[in-house]
């Protein structure tokens, strides 16, 4: 009998392909479980949530702090990085208003790219941009320290 030895890279973790089954709400999940669990490596309590217009209740290890954080995802990393961050149901869309949530954390599935932004610099706003060479090279990391200080 023969192991044969397997490695795990990026590209073969999420392939847009094998997703063409999903619908935007399963995508939309497992962006949010990909997130909850880098918070959760980063140290951070963290608590799914349903309807409350965010994610993710994040708890800060050395505060009594919480921060919502509202999950984007996109399946595909060749379409351009918009991330759409209207609230509101089909037909009654409404721009971003303050005070939803703290954080948006904007993930591709396809190149495992997440970055953080912060919720305020985007009052009145419909949607977020990214370019994807950018996406791609941002630290998850220093993007979440930035935000939650």
Known sequence: MTTQTFMM?????????????LDASQVGRIGEHLVAAMLA???????????NGYDLLVMLPDTSDTIRVDVKTKKA??????FNIKKGKTTTFREYEAGICDVFALVC?????VTFEKCDDYVGKSGIY???R???GTCPYSAWKECIQ
């Open 109 to 113: 599935l396809e190149d495992t790219s």
């Open 130 to 132: 990214l370019n994807g």
């Open 41 to 51: 490596g980063y140290g951070h309590e963290v608590h799914h949530t349903a309807g």
């Open 77 to 82: 990393a060749t379409n351009a990085r918009r």
């Open 9 to 21: 890279k990026t590209d073969s973790l999420f392939d847009p392909n094998r997703m063409n089954s």
């Open 134 to 136: 950018t996406h791609r």
